[in-house]
């Protein structure tokens, strides 16, 4: 049996003419925007943002793409090609002050949580307005499922809680060259973190809630008890709307918020 080698760097390569376009359409008019593309590779997006968008900053971090690309668009000055690997990259840097950018990718799927993380925390510094993303299928699913169905978890929290996110089209393997294992999902977020809104401190948030959806097959107040909370805090802080044997993944964030003031008042009080 001969055995399938994964390309390197996430290396499957859009060849449907009509999604690269699909792609970059789901940004809108981009005629005043800059626009951070994660990984170019051969240009199948960066051809068309160099056309219609006031600055590009792609991101590569394979050598001969990025020497590619730089050679293609050498007489193009609104398109800069960095050689870098976009984890080790401070976003912040590349977005002139007071200013916001979109950012746009057929990410390299190994790394697409991490660049996620990423991504949230420069919209929470407010320096990014839009992304248009395209990841594995099982993960855009999980990233905008709704409270209560079978995908909702950590990373729809998470997701939600920093940006608005739609679901826009799916592809089949056939769509890139070589074909990948999997179907391939665009995503559109609007990043509009909502830790001020819901009156919640963003680390304490983030931290309380992996700690809620630390065992999936464990109730919500099991999974605090395990973080350390005592069972006297926990019925002390219990919203009435909350049941008690509750799942992280079927409540609300609005809930989640609720539940984390409540405890966060019980155990400032216990001290
Ligand atoms: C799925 S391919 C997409 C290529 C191209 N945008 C397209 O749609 O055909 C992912 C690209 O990300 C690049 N890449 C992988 N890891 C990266 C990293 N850490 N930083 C920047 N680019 C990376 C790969 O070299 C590859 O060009």
């Known amino acids: 049996?001969?055995?399938?080698?994964?390309?390197?760097?996430?290396?499957?390569?859009?060849?449907?003419?009509?999604?690269?376009?699909a792609i970059v359409?789901?940004?809108?008019?981009?005629?005043?925007?800059?626009?951070?593309?994660?990984g170019p590779g051969h240009g199948a997006i960066t051809d068309i943002l160099a056309a219609r968008c006031h600055k590009l900053i792609a991101l590569e971090l394979d050598r001969s793409l990025a020497a590619e690309?730089?050679?293609?668009?050498?007489?193009?000055?609104?398109?800069?090609?960095?050689?870098?690997?976009?984890?080790?990259t401070d976003l912040l840097t590349l977005v002139p002050e007071g200013e916001t950018a979109?950012?746009?990718?057929?990410?390299?799927?190994?790394?697409?949580?991490?660049?996620?993380?990423?991504?949230?925390?420069?919209?929470?510094?407010?320096?990014?307005?839009r992304a248009v993303l395209m990841m594995q299928r099982e993960v855009a699913d999980r990233v905008s499922a709704a409270p209560g169905v079978r995908d909702y978890g950590l990373l729809s929290a998470?997701?939600?809680?920093?940006?608005?996110?739609?679901?826009?089209?799916?592809?089949?393997?056939?769509?890139f060259l070589p074909p990948p294992d999997v179907y391939s999902t665009?995503?559109?977020l609007h990043f509009a973190p909502r830790?001020?809104?819901?009156?919640?401190?963003p680390e304490e948030f983030n931290l309380f809630l992996k700690q809620c959806f630390a065992q999936k097959r464990k109730t919500l107040q099991n999974n605090l008890r395990?973080?350390?909370?005592?069972?006297?805090?926990?019925?002390?802080?219990?919203?009435?709307?909350?049941?008690?044997?509750?799942?992280?993944?079927?409540?609300?964030?609005?809930?989640?918020?609720?539940?984390?003031?409540?405890l966060s008042h019980v155990v400032a009080d216990s001290d």
């Open 186 to 188: 665009v995503l559109r």
């Open 25 to 38: 359409d789901a940004l809108g008019d981009l005629s005043k925007r800059t626009v951070i593309e994660i």
């Open 102 to 129: 979109d950012v746009i990718g057929n990410l390299p799927y190994y790394i697409t949580s991490d660049i996620l993380l990423q991504l949230f925390a420069a919209g929470s510094a407010g320096t990014l307005a």
């Open 158 to 175: 998470t997701a939600q809680m920093n940006a608005q996110v739609d679901n826009l089209f799916t592809l089949a393997p056939s769509a």
């Open 226 to 262: 395990a973080a350390g909370y005592s069972a006297e805090q926990l019925s002390r802080a219990w919203p009435a709307s909350v049941p008690a044997q509750a799942r992280a993944e079927s409540l609300a964030l609005e809930s989640m918020a609720e539940l984390y003031r409540s």
């Open 195 to 201: 830790f001020a809104e819901l009156g919640v401190d």
């Open 1 to 21: 049996m001969q055995m399938k080698r994964k390309p390197k760097l996430g290396q499957n390569f859009l060849v449907d003419d009509s999604a690269r376009h």
């Open 69 to 88: 690309l730089t050679f293609r668009f050498r007489d193009h000055p609104q398109v800069q090609i960095l050689e870098c690997d976009v984890l080790k």
